[in-house]
């Protein structure tokens, strides 16, 4: 659910990473920046700031475990429509 305000401080890191894998314009959508991506991208590397991060991009924030644990995920389906 998309925030009704635009989300600063730790409140907007939190969600910008929980929506980095879908993109900027999610992320900022969900943080209640609607279509402003540039003020989006601003306060959240003035936010990242704040708290010591240094980021360039929203993609800065997916850490090495949210990308192994998406590699890890496997489908299970039988080999052919007939067989499992």
């Known amino acids: 659910m998309s ?5 600063e401080g730790i409140e907007l890191i939190d969600c910008a990473k929980a929506n980095a894998k879908q993109g900027i314009k999610v992320a900022a959508k969900q ?8 003020l ?5 590397i003035q936010s990242c700031q704040e708290i010591g991060v240094e980021i360039k991009e929203l993609e800065d924030l997916i ?10 995920k496997r489908e299970i389906a039988p080999e052919t429509p007939t067989e499992l």
């Open 63 to 72: 850490t090495d475990q949210q990308l192994a644990q998406e590699q890890q």
């Open 40 to 44: 989006f991208k601003q306060n959240l």
């Open 31 to 38: 943080c209640g920046y609607g279509d402003n991506l540039d």
């Open 3 to 7: 925030s009704t305000k635009m989300l």
